[in-house]
């Protein structure tokens, strides 16, 4: 049986940022939080990528929401930035970015304190499980490829 390998990246973004949260239409105070996403890449194309395209692109991205109060910034001046819902708007966002590089987004961790995160998995999404069907059905033509280049020189 052969063996179908996939290799992924991970990248770990930081965003230092105050927002206030909206509770029964009450603001609450702002605070400042330092934001962890941890984002998983996995690599789909044959060509290749640099890992640091992705990290750049995605730096760049956050780049936007660095030292600010999320309130005032989009969407979330008419969005409540709580860690679910930047992390929804974000997954979305980062998705389009990878996809251009040629990878796939396979999953976002997200959290504010380091004894909870917020998972969003791409895993068994029609779109992602094709992908990785199409890169299984390449990896083993490729091994093919290379016995028969093997057997005929």
Known sequence: MART???????????????????????????????????????????????????KAIDEYFNKYQNRILNEVEPFDHMVPTLENMSDYFADEIRGIVKE??????????????TRSYVISFEREQE??????KSSKQQ??????????????
């Open 128 to 133: 992602y499980l094709e992908s990785i069907r």
């Open 5 to 55: 390998t996939f290799r992924e990246y991970k990248f770990k973004f930081y965003l230092n940022a105050n927002h206030f949260i909206v509770i029964n239409g009450k603001e609450g105070e702002i605070h400042p939080h330092t934001w962890e996403f941890m984002v998983d890449v996995l690599m789909s194309d044959q060509k290749f990528v640099q890992f640091d395209a992705y990290e």
């Open 101 to 114: 590089l040629g990878g796939h987004l396979v999953k976002m961790e997200s959290s504010e304190t380091p």
């Open 140 to 153: 083993m033509s490729d091994v093919i490829d290379g016995i028969l280049d093997r057997i005929i020189d």
